[in-house]
């Protein structure tokens, strides 16, 4: 570790642990200080490489910066920045302690330069993810959270095992283009672990499951590192696979289509950071210079919208406490504010002039329309239709309109409009400028959004859809349903295998414990018994019996003494006689 | 050599010191007997120091004529294989005498002068050197055996002791009928001279002769099919009979088999040793079986004896190097420790009067010591690395599989089997919870009972860690031995 | 002029019914008399041979056999005598007593 | 480059210091406590330094040697030090001390009986691990594994109710008859083969035998795979569980680190050291010594998700970690082995401050299932603190020590180029997670379910040794080097 | 011609003796067996003249019929035997004695030598036998005077052991 170069991540990280320690406002004051120090940092970084450690026996590389990595260093910071302002009100140290983590480890990862540090900050990520929505501490919360680990833990693993084979077959630890191994182990592992880090279906059910169960501003921090730290890593490792494409597709169309069944207000925010990833990921598939800006641009804006939509969402739920949206309604009379702000986040996600969206998924919508893939074309800008339909209309209406069930909220308090401000500010300022945006982007950027035919198409994109809502208002009322989703799978299916796994083996177990019982009771046991009494009974009385035996020859003898002396005389002669016959015959 | 008939003396000093204890008063008895047998003890001492290792041949040897017409000699001499068991023979009767002090209550003169004929007949059998009186002391050793089972054993003496007599009479009769013919076929008895000089037997001669002394030896081991005398002269006799019983008389038989079927009769060792294989792995596993179904301690400890000679006889046929000194070094081991358990078993009985082994538990919160030294002994027993019988049986294992696999097979097996039923009776007796019946005895070792079980555990610990001082004096003689009948097979060629 | 085959046949003959009377008579005395006559077929067949070997220790030896089967009748008739007197009837079925 | 021996009594000091220590145990008994303990622990720290005083040999390459009685022509009672042996005894030593401390705390506050027949048996356990681990031959080691068992009988029956009789009874048959019935023929046949029974790092079986007799080696492989009992491999595994009824500074030293690994150290040393590595490959008994690792790691990692006794998971845990050892012995490659080795010291780290967490739960909440966790962080924070790092070591992520092992496992699997184990390595990593994440997150961020819990203190004796531990698994996991060197001196 | 007289006496007295010894043994009454004896005695002293021993034939006639026999019958009288009234004469298992006794008979006469057995003329060949009466009274003096003492003790024993024997126990 250089002393010169700090590493923004780290300061994030071991700031986090000062926390606690600090009282009251002090601590406030640390909490913004930290993220702003560590932008600061980011923004004085230029190109190279830093931080270079020897660890058994493998080069690591902490602190590869390049045109990429920084982007998204900035966005990331200047997130936590965000959320920590949103976040002051809340006194739970570990919170925000989890949450400076979490911000450090995606900038570790952003600036690794080689799988295992990779590895490391992602793991990391991770296990911040899972303690940000553990810490809500409602048992659903903390259920979700551990199947949100164990995928992770799969993911990783995934990563790691990708790795080794990678490091096994070409010797070396760093991260760079994998395009020269497309189709070996390796390439599929790795792919595998980011498509699951970024959310694809069916991998990515974690994201609606997991999100919504984080409390109000820890939700803000989920939304931004652990999908765009995956999005950057396809951008550096894997830009221009094919299959990428598709992916993005069907989930841009994936997201809107579930977004648009969901009632949990922050669940279908979920669901459509999901549709919009996909926007991303297919700008990594198809790999044209536009497209991969497209990418990062979009990812860039979409970190600071969808934050700005949660913002407002927390807020309602920490000033209402309520999740489902057919039970709100009529807010718009006590929180204007709110309101306000969150409609530019709407009009910014659903690509309106003047707003991020438009300058960043139009680059997107048109390197597909460059590579003439019009299928891509269609599907995309239908996606962002239904975008602007369920965030831009559907969830602000119900959420601040519809039928007015007497809700009094007051505005949230001050620290979190003044986050939602700074990020609608951003939105807006990006929207308008988009240069500022655009001179960070990896690649040389020579596209016009605001050409007049682009502003014309999406304005009457937008009008269209928003006549469509008015007109089905009635049909679109949100109903308390549980949408079906991929992630049934682990959380029944693997729930129910496991007891039937367990209940066979605790019986095989139980069996091959008592096998030393079975054979030492019944069978040696018995054994032994058995030939105890074979040695007994036949073995002895064979013995005994023989003495039995010239016991009654014996008695049988004592028969012949009659005491009659003829007897003896008859017995002696016929001895006589035999000797006598015997000398004679043998002559 | 000496001039000084040191093995004579040795040998009927017990004598001299029997006709003493007979004519004097009984208080004096059991000293002039502890007298006799240590000095007895003492004198073998000189024995062990001043042996020549190197050489297999006899030492410190004695030859009178005796009965010229016969050509027979009276021919004392010791070489590496029978002298462990001469200074054995002197160990175990010292103890016998102290383990017996205060046992013994009636008839204590007739008793010691019983004892002290017995070791006079053990010390006369390994001494001597020619078959006359191998034949003598083989069937004195009977009469005062039979008198201590008989005489002061527990219940069933009578019957006991009886079946001992007719087992044992049954086998030697047909040893003296093989001693006729053997001194008809070659003209004299001393063994070093039938085993090198005169000229080897038919093959059909050696053979019966061989069944003829097996039959003896056989009933004497005792062999898988005719050991039923065993266990009920163990359980009969007292506590001194068993350890002289199991200490020395087994190993006479598998002592004739060493100086007389292998080195006399070799072609009949070639053909008859497979059959004797089997009958030994029969008696190791089928000893240890119904062992483990016993419910009385010393009918248990004799039954094991049964599966521990079952090993010997195992060492001694598998012919090859490892396996016969392996079978020398088990005969004094097992002597040893089966001395020692029924040394322990006999001072419980002495003040519990049962031998069922449900009347005793948890005797080690009431006895700690007794109970230690019967840990000591069963781990012995059981063939623990570092105490003696582990050697022994590493020795015969390792040449049974160079025989036959399937041999050491099975005496592996024997030895799982074997540490099963010791240990299960040691948890049995020792552990768990203290039966009622024990609580008021003052059931702890005395001094006395202490002094008898040190010279063996100090043995066994020698011995185990330091084989040596017992192998050292085997390898001359034992390498002879072998080189008169060749081994059978030799797998590996080692050693 | 008497073939010694002759006596030793006669000897034979005679000496057979004497074991007869001495193994299945009842009566002691008269096993007494059968042993006497199992005696004089000997003596008989002493003097064939005497004659026949022209040597007189054949009737040497027959007078000797002589004396001692008076000897005998002596001793055995007394001891009838003896145990007639405490039992009736010397049969010899019923002295048994000796039986172990 | 085989290490030159060089004679020195030391490998028998450490023996006998505790040994020695045991026997004054035993001598001051019950009335002066405070004496007794300080002897304990007196005979840990002496242990340590004799085993800390042979490290500059063995890294220099000088193996300390000492032969004190020969039974046969081949056969010593001796002992000889090298790296592997050496890293077994310090790991086993160090832990000693933690857990004498721990044990001082739990017996006070439990109020066990026989205290001082408790600590005896420990001394007398170590002084037969420190013989297994010096020891220069089979012969000398099995001598100190069967004194092992001997030894730790009493420990396992400690509470000398029915059911610590049934499951002491278990443990001895297992191991004794095991050893009895497996170990001994085995050694009896290596000694027929190859006429010593002495440890040389390429293998003591000559060529000839080799080529001459495959099967029969074949078996005495199988024989010491299994006959070693205490490696708890499948099918020999089930006296662990049942050995879990003993109090729990017992089954921390002795079912983490002594008894279980003395197991593993003696399968490996045979592995490596008596059939040697040119040789189980000609044999392909290594396919076998991996299919049983791969089925205990799976199949005991599974049944630990089933127990709901935290004791009882922990043990299912050590059986299928054990197997990791048994099965980077089994890779035959370098890394493997190396990995394989490492995972010993991780490990036996990281298990023993679990066990000395569930031993402290025990004692402070008295809980003892996984379910009643829930909300204890709040009451014990250190301890589930350290119970919650030295998870992440057992699971294998990166900053702490299990992570090491893992790498060169996974790398070793590699190297013999068979993706199936890499599979194995990794789904047993998740099912480890899955055991063990459920205790660390109840605790932290489930609400304790009877709240107004009466106080729940944490004894500052027990908490200490098992924090010390767990930071020991991080420091193993950042600066794994003084492991890997020695545990290098091995690898061929 | 005398030979044939000779021949014609002898196989009379052999079957005389024959068939008095059958009847002195089946008699039922035991006087009458007694006097078939005597007539057995008289025909066996007639085949020892036959046979050239004239002293012997006496010593028969006096000594075995005249002493021994009439002994038998003081002591027949002394007893008073009833006669044989009770049970058959012969104990159960006669046939066994009667086939011992053929069978013996038998065997001997099967063993007899044919080669002893002279022919008529053989005997005539020897002669006379030198002077029975003179050559066995000097061998009796001579060669047998031990046994010829011995004999004598045998009957004075005889003598002393039937009167011990046979005396009436007197309390005394």
């Known amino acids: 570790m250089t002393l010169e170069w700090v590493h923004p991540g780290l300061v994030l990280i071991l700031g986090a642990w000062a926390l606690p320690f600090l009282k009251g406002s002090t601590k406030r004051i640390a909490m913004v200080l930290l993220p702003a120090s560590a932008l600061l940092l980011c923004l004085r970084l230029e190109a190279g490489t830093y931080g270079a450690v020897h660890f058994m026996g493998q080069e690591l590389v902490f602190g590869r910066v390049d045109r990429l990595s920084l982007v998204f260093s900035y966005v ?93 077959q070409t010797g070396s630890l760093a991260f760079g283009d994998m395009s020269a191994y ?29 999100y919504p169960e984080a409390t109000a501003t820890g939700a803000v921090f989920l939304t931004a590192f652990t999908t765009k730290s995956a999005v950057y890593a396809l951008i550096r490792g894997f830009a221009g696979t094919e299959m990428l494409i598709w992916w993005g597709a069907a989930m841009a169309v994936y997201g809107v289509v579930y977004a648009v069944l969901e009632n949990d207000a922050r669940r279908l925010l979920a669901y459509h950071i999901i549709s919009q990833v996909g926007y991303m990921v297919c700008g990594v598939g198809i790999g044209t210079e536009l497209a991969l800006n497209g990418a990062t641009a979009h990812a860039f804006s979409h970190i600071l919208y969808k934050a700005l939509l949660f913002m407002g969402a927390g807020a309602v739920l920490q000033m209402t406490g309520l999740r489902k949206l057919s039970d709100m309604g009529g807010l718009y009379k006590t929180m204007p504010l709110t309101l306000a702000l969150y409609m530019v986040g709407a009009f910014a996600i659903s690509a309106a002039p003047l707003f991020s969206g438009f300058v960043s998924k139009s680059m997107v919508v048109s390197s597909a329309a460059e590579t003439d893939r019009a299928g891509i074309f269609l599907v995309l800008t239908l996606a962002s239709s239904g975008t602007f339909l369920h965030t831009g209309l559907k969830l602000p209406y119900y959420m601040f309109f519809g039928k007015d069930r007497g809700l009094r909220a007051q505005e949230p308090p001050v620290n979190m409009l003044v986050a939602m401000g700074l990020a609608a500010a951003a939105c807006i300022l990006i929207g308008v400028f988009p240069a500022l945006l655009y001179s960070q982007l990896p690649y040389l950027v ?79 046991l018995r054994v032994a018994a058995r030939l105890r009494h074979l040695d007994a009974r036949v073995i002895d009385a064979a013995a005994v019996g023989i003495g039995g035996l010239t016991q009654t020859v014996s008695w049988g003898l004592r028969a012949m003494v009659t005491g009659n002396a003829q007897y003896y005389g008859l017995i002696m002669a016929a001895g006589v006689l035999a000797a006598l016959a015997l000398a004679v015959f043998l002559q | 050599m000496t001039t000084y008939p040191i093995l004579t003396f040795t040998t009927f000093l017990p004598l001299v010191g029997a006709a003493a204890i007979l004519l004097l008063n009984q208080r004096l008895a059991r000293w002039i007997a502890l007298a006799t047998t240590v000095g007895t003890l003492a004198h073998s001492v000189p024995l062990y120091l001043n042996f020549d290792k190197t050489s297999s041949a006899l030492q410190f040897v004695e030859a009178v004529p005796w009965i010229p017409s016969w050509n027979v000699t009276y021919g004392m001499g010791v070489d590496g294989i029978s002298l462990p068991f001469i200074f054995l023979s002197a160990l175990l009767s010292v103890l016998c005498v102290a383990v017996s002090w205060t046992a013994i209550q009636m008839r204590v003169r007739e008793f010691y002068a019983a004892l002290l004929v017995s070791e006079t007949a053990m010390i006369g059998l390994f001494a001597c050197t020619n078959f006359f009186l191998f034949y003598l002391f083989w069937e004195l050793m009977i009469v005062p055996m039979f008198l201590l089972i008989g005489v002061w054993g527990s219940a069933h003496r009578t019957y006991a002791a009886v079946k001992f007599l ?60 005719v050991h039923t005398w065993l266990p009920d002269a163990h359980t009969e006799a007292p506590t001194a009979g068993s350890v002289i019983l199991a200490g020395i008389l087994l190993k006479m038989g598998a002592y004739g088999f060493l100086r007389i ?26 000893g240890a079986y119904v062992t483990l179904a016993q419910t009385d301690i010393k009918r248990l400890i004799a039954y094991s004896s049964i599966s521990h000679m079952g090993f010997v006889t195992l060492g001694i046929f598998t012919l090859n190097r490892s396996g016969v000194e392996g079978a020398i070094l088990q005969m004094v081991n097992h002597g040893i420790i089966t001395g020692a358990l029924f040394l322990c078993v006999g001072m419980i009985y002495e003040r519990t009067h049962t031998r069922e082994i449900a009347d005793y538990g948890g005797l080690f919160k009431v006895a700690p010591i007794y109970s230690t030294f019967l840990a000591l002994f069963c781990l012995a027993a059981s063939g623990f690395p570092g105490l003696n019988s582990f050697v022994g049986e590493f020795l015969i294992i390792s040449g049974s599989f160079r025989a036959w696999p399937w041999l050491g097979a099975m005496g592996v097996w024997g030895v799982a089997l074997g540490t099963t039923y010791i240990l299960w009776l040691f948890y049995r007796v020792v552990l768990g919870d203290v039966r009622p019946g024990l609580r008021g005895l003052r059931l702890d070792l005395d001094v006395r009972e202490v002094a008898t079980l040190v010279p063996l555990v100090l043995l066994a610990l020698v011995i185990g860690f330091y084989p040596e001082s017992v192998l050292g004096f085997l390898r001359a003689s034992v390498t002879q031995l072998l080189g008169v009948v060749s081994g059978p097979g030799e797998i590996a060629g080692r050693l | 002029m008497v073939p010694v085959g002759a006596c030793l046949g006669l000897s034979a003959v005679l000496f057979g019914i004497g074991l007869i009377g001495f193994l299945s008579r009842r009566n002691i005395i008269l096993m007494l008399v059968s042993v006497e006559i199992m005696l004089n077929a000997v003596n008989v067949s002493l003097a064939g041979f005497s004659r026949q070997l022209q040597d007189q220790r054949g009737q040497v030896l027959a007078l000797f056999v002589i004396a001692v089967a008076a000897a005998e009748a002596a001793v055995g008739l007394g001891l009838v005598l003896a145990l007639s007197r405490n039992r009736p009837g010397v049969n010899v079925e019923d002295l048994t007593q000796l039986k172990w | 480059m085989e290490p030159v021996a060089v004679f020195s009594i030391t490998p028998l000091l450490a023996i006998l210091v505790s040994a020695v220590g045991a026997l004054l145990i035993a001598g001051t008994g019950e009335r002066r406590a405070n004496l007794r303990e300080f002897w304990s622990v007196a005979a840990g720290v002496l242990q340590v330094a004799c085993v800390a005083s042979m490290i500059p040999d063995v890294q220099a390459g000088r193996a300390p040697q000492f032969v004190l009685f020969r039974i046969l022509p081949g056969i010593e009672f001796a002992f000889r030090v090298d790296g592997f042996g050496l890293l077994f005894a310090l790991g086993a030593s160090v832990l000693w001390i933690a857990t004498s401390f721990y044990s001082i705390g ?124 205490k490696n708890a491999v499948m099918p020999m595994h089930s006296w662990l569980p049942a050995a879990m009824v003993a109090p729990t500074p017992v089954s921390a030293l002795l079912h983490a680190v002594a008894v279980v690994k003395t197991g593993v150290f003696s399968t490996v040393r045979v592995f490596l050291f008596v059939f040697g590595v040119e040789a189980i490959r000609h044999l392909g008994a290594d396919k076998l010594a991996l299919v049983v690792a791969s089925v205990t790691i799976l199949g005991a990692s599974l049944l630990a998700l089933g127990q709901d006794n935290l004791k009882a998971r922990l043990a299912f845990s050590t059986i299928s970690q054990l197997s990791y050892i048994v099965l980077g012995a089994a890779l035959l490659t370098p890394s493997g082995i190396l990995g394989g080795i490492a995972h010993i010291t991780n490990h036996a780290v990281s298990k023993i401050t679990l066990f000395l ?25 250190w301890t589930m603190a350290a119970f919650a790092i030295a998870s992440l070591s057992l699971v294998g992520i990166p900053p702490a020590s299990g992570f090491v092992s893992k790498w060169y496992l996974a790398i070793g699997t590699l190297q013999r180029g068979n993706p199936w184990l890499l599979g194995v390595l990794l789904t047993s990593s998740l099912l480890n997670a899955a055991y063990l994440g459920p205790v660390v997150y109840k605790a932290y961020f489930e609400e304790a379910a009877e709240s107004g819990h009466s106080e729940v203190r944490e004894i500052p004796w027990m908490v200490i040794p098992l924090f010390v531990t767990a930071l020991a698994s991080l420091v193993l996991g950042i600066y794994p080097n003084p492991v890997l060197t020695l545990a290098g001196k091995v690898v061929p | 011609m005398p030979i044939l007289a000779g021949q014609i006496a002898f196989y009379y007295l052999a079957a005389a003796s024959v068939a008095s010894a059958i009847l002195a043994v089946t008699r039922r009454n035991p006087a009458h067996s007694m006097l078939w004896v005597l007539a057995l005695f008289m025909h066996v002293a007639g085949i020892f003249l036959l046979v050239g021993a004239e002293f012997l034939a006496g010593v028969q006639v006096i000594v075995y019929a005249g002493a021994i026999l009439v002994f038998y019958l003081f002591v027949l009288m002394l007893l008073d035997l009833p006669r044989e009234a009770a049970g058959p004469p012969f104990g159960a298992h006669w046939p066994l004695c009667a086939a011992a006794g053929l069978i013996f008979a038998a065997l001997l006469w099967y063993a007899r030598e044919p080669g002893l057995v002279l022919t008529a003329d053989g005997s005539a060949a020897g002669g006379p036998p030198r002077g029975s009466l003179l050559a066995v009274g000097t061998a009796l003096f001579t060669l047998f005077a031990l046994p010829f003492e011995i004999a004598s003790l045998i009957l004075l024993a005889a003598i002393v052991g039937t009167v011990v024997v046979a005396k009436r126990k007197t309390e005394s």
């Open chain 2, 166 to 225: 007719m087992f044992t009479l049954a086998g030697s009769v047909l040893m003296l009928v093989g001693l006729i013919a053997l001194l008809y076929a070659s003209g004299t008895l001393d063994f070093q001279a039938l085993a090198h000089t005169t000229p080897r037997l038919s093959l059909l001669v050696q053979a019966w002769l061989f069944v003829a002394f097996l039959a003896a030896f056989a009933v004497k081991v005792p062999m898988f099919p």
């Open chain 4, 106 to 229: 739990y017996m006070r506050s439990l109020g066990e009986h026989a205290q001082t027949r408790y600590f005896t048996c420990f001394a007398l356990a170590l002084s037969a691990t420190m013989g297994v681990a010096f020891s220069a031959n089979l012969f000398t080691l099995f001598l100190f594994y069967e004194g092992l068992t001997l030894a730790t009988y009493p420990l396992v029956a400690h509470k000398e109710t029915g059911e610590a009789k049934a499951g002491a009874r278990k443990y001895i048959i297992y191991l004794l008859g095991a050893a009895k019935l497996l170990l001994v023929p085995a050694i009896i046949l290596i000694y027929n083969v190859a006429g010593t029974l002495d440890f040389r790092s390429g293998g003591i079986l000559p060529a000839s035998a080799l080529a001459a007799q495959p099967t029969l080696l074949y078996v005495v492989f199988a024989l010491f795979l299994f006959g070693f009992a």
């Open chain 4, 357 to 381: 967490c569930a031993g402290s739960i025990y004692a402070s909440a008295h809980k003892t299932d996984v379910s009643q966790t829930s909300g204890l962080a709040r009451q014990m924070p």
């Open chain 1, 182 to 210: 497309a189709g070996s182990a390796a390439f599929n592992l790795i792919l595998m672990a980011f498509l699951l880090n970024a959310a694809v279906p069916p991998l990515g059910a974690w994201l609606p499951d997991a």
């Open chain 1, 76 to 168: 990331f910071a200047l997130l936590t920045l965000v959320g920590m302002i949103y976040a002051l009100h809340v006194d739970d140290d570990a919170q925000h302690m989890v949450a400076l983590t979490y911000g450090g480890a995606a900038l570790g990862a952003t600036f690794a330069g080689d799988f295992l540090s990779l590895f490391v900050f992602s793991e990391l990520m991770a296990v911040a993810a899972v303690l940000l929505v553990w810490l809500r501490r409602t048992p659903a919360a903390v259920s979700a959270g551990f199947r949100y680990l164990l995928l992770h833990m799969f993911g990783g693993l995934c990563l790691l095992g990708g790795v080794v084979l990678y490091w096994s």
């Open chain 2, 261 to 286: 079927s292998l080195p006399i009769l070799p072609d009949a060792v070639q053909l008859f040793f497979k059959p004797m294989l089997v009958l030994s792995a029969a008696a190791i596993v089928y």
């Open chain 1, 446 to 524: 020579d596209y016009a959004p605001y050409t007049t035919r682009h502003v014309f198409d999406t304005l009457g994109l937008l009008g269209f859809t928003a006549l469509g809502f008015f007109m089905l208002l009635s049909h679109l009322d949100p109903e308390p349903s549980v949408s079906l989703d991929t992630d049934w799978f682990y959380r029944r299916g693997l729930s129910a295998a496991l007891p039937v796994v367990n209940r066979g083996l605790a019986r095989l177990e139980g069996f091959v414990g008592q096998i030393y019982d079975v054979v030492m009771q019944r069978y040696v």
